[in-house]
């Protein structure tokens, strides 16, 4: 993260009795967790949390094998996370914020693979 080299790992799992979809993240010393529910056709809406103490909500869209978490407010932060399923399998993961200026600037990119059943 912000150019460093790092480790990520991301969980996703059913949370609530299946009424959700729980993302913990985890990267270095930073991490958190969403909680992103349906609403609507390729529509959904989530809250963070991270070990920050900050929360806020993300609203995201899902196209093909796309999702795209825009997230923040004028309160918090505002960025947005894409998460996009590689055809080999793999997970792209690419978090930007946006700066004072108005710009975007990418803080974080990671490609995930997913983790072997020990089953």
Do not use: C, K
Request: charged share 30%; no cysteine.
């Amino acid at each position: 993260m912000l150019g460093n080299a790092s480790e990520a790992v991301l969980e996703v799992r059913p949370a609530l009795g299946g009424r959700f979809l729980e993302f913990s993240y985890r990267a270095g010393r930073f991490e958190g967790r969403a909680f992103y529910r349906p609403d609507g056709e390729g529509r959904w809406r989530a809250t963070w949390f991270d070990n920050r103490g900050i929360s806020f909500g993300i609203a995201a869209v899902l196209a093909e094998r796309t999702l795209t978490s825009d997230w923040g407010s004028a309160e918090t932060e505002r960025g947005r996370t894409v998460y996009r399923m590689l055809d080999d399998g793999r997970l792209e993961v690419v978090d930007t914020v946006t700066a004072h200026d108005g710009q975007a600037r990418e803080f974080a990119r990671h490609i995930l693979s997913r983790a072997s059943s020990t089953e």
